[in-house]
């Protein structure tokens, strides 16, 4: 499998997440693309993606967008869509961009999707950390409290989604990294494909530039190896995690363009 569907097929696989979480979401595969509505007035987390490559120039796309948009429009007014863009042929990408306006979305940001093979070593020493798995609602909420600080998601979004049981019954495996029993840095993994994805990598930002990301992420990663034995990790990348990613070995592989309802 090429690298760029190894890589949609774990963010897919991934953003099942929040059809489960809450309760009052649901997950619905339509044709050509998959719905996943987390139960929440929140764009982000309602989201549609492809589940395959796709041809423009035919009604194929429009079908999809057209089912999408019928879709959320029953259910709530703010939905996203996460389009890796190697699923459109290059020639085809311009039309797809404007057809995506015309159903109301508009982009808000594109992420790089990267690989690598397996992880360099760290370029310092990292702090150590006591890493542990989410298992208990202590755990779940300071995920969601560390994921509202980092990526500026209202609280009560965050513990609606991230704190309930519910939430980590399927692929996604969260990990929060504790200096001095403090959570400090969370992260997590979803496997698929043979490649480990790694999501939702962030620092409570009054601790952050101290190598707590890195470190979280490599001691889940490891758990992962171990337990599994693939080495292959992919992920999309922030710009800001951008040069922390490509020192530990990421490269490009594709692209993403999130767009959300204008």
């Not at 760029?4 to 997950?27: K, P, Q, S, V, Y």
């Not at 929060?176 to 992260?187: F, Y």
């Not at 990301?213 to 992962?224: F, K, P, S």
Request: aromatic content about 10%.
């Amino acid at each position: 499998m090429q690298d760029f569907l190894i890589i949609d097929d774990n963010l897919r696989t991934a953003m099942r997440f929040f059809g489960h979480a809450t309760g009052t979401g649901e997950i619905t595969s339509l044709p050509g693309s998959v719905a996943i509505y987390s139960g929440l007035d929140y764009g982000v987390f309602n989201i549609a993606m492809l589940d395959g490559p796709v041809t423009v120039s035919n009604e194929s796309f429009a079908t999809r967008l057209a089912a999408l948009s019928r879709y959320f429009k029953e259910r709530t007014p703010r939905w996203s869509l996460w389009l890796c863009e190697d699923l459109i042929e290059p020639s085809q990408r311009r039309r797809a961009r404007q057809m995506i306006s015309e159903i109301g979305l508009r982009a808000i940001s594109h992420l790089p999707g990267m690989t690598a093979g397996h992880l360099l070593p760290p370029v310092g020493t990292l702090p150590q950390l006591e890493v542990l798995p989410v298992v208990d609602h202590v755990l779940q909420a300071a995920f969601g409290e560390i994921t509202a600080l980092a990526f500026d998601i209202p609280f009560e979004i965050a513990q609606a989604v991230y704190a309930q049981d519910r939430a980590w019954r399927g692929e996604y495996q969260g990990y929060v990294g504790l200096v001095n029993g403090r959570p400090a840095a969370i992260v997590a993994t979803v496997v698929t494909s043979g490649a480990i994805g790694v999501y939702s990598l962030a620092t409570d930002p009054s601790l952050r530039r101290r190598g707590y990301g890195e470190a979280v992420m490599r001691a889940a990663v490891d758990q992962v190896r171990e337990r599994t034995g693939i080495d292959k990790v992919v992920l999309q990348s922030t710009e800001a995690g951008y040069p922390l990613y490509r020192r530990m070995g990421f490269r490009d592989a594709t692209r993403f363009t999130v767009y959300l309802t204008k």
